[in-house]
Nanobody, 131 residues
Framework: QVQLVEFGGGSVQAGGSLRLSCAASGYRSRMYSNSYCMGWFRQAPGKEREGVATLYIIGAGARTPRYADSVKGRFTISLDNGQSTLYLQMNNLTPEDTAMYYC?????????????????WGQGTQVTVSS
């Protein structure tokens, strides 16, 4: 069973930083190739879920990040060497970043910022940025 558990949300003032973590387990037995994609998505009240950042992973080496334009230069997605924890470092936060943040995973060869393409999701962690 694939499990994704997010940590690290909270409340900060504008300009502050947070680091989100996502502990992933059970996915290796579901892999049908050596590539997969993990990502961070967010959903603000009254808005659709949107992609924040994704990381395309091939084997033990290659990792290709992708970011939404709204977070480029402020957020960094990374994966630990054991490939069990996904991170999202968020700097220079603004009130527009306030949302529930979700970790997600998909198998296979594409890694889009498109929520509907992801089959596994965590329960979410709330990020609130005050002005």
């Amino acid at each position: 069973q694939v499990q994704l558990v997010e940590f690290g949300g909270g409340s900060v003032q504008a300009g502050g930083s947070l680091r989100l973590s996502c502990a992933a387990s059970g996915y290796r037995s579901r892999m049908y190739s050596n590539s997969y994609c993990m990502g961070w998505f967010r959903q603000a009240p009254g808005k659709e879920r949107e992609g924040v950042a994704t990381l395309y992973i091939i084997g033990a080496g290659a990792r290709t990040p992708r970011y939404a334009d709204s977070v480029k230069g402020r957020f960094t997605i990374s994966l630990d060497n054991g490939q069990s924890t996904l991170y999202l470092q968020m700097n220079n936060l603004t009130p527009e970043d306030t949302a529930m943040y979700y970790c997600a995973l998909k198998m296979g060869g594409s890694c889009p910022l498109v929520p509907k393409d992801f089959g596994y999701w965590g329960q979410g962690t709330q990020v609130t940025v005050s002005s």
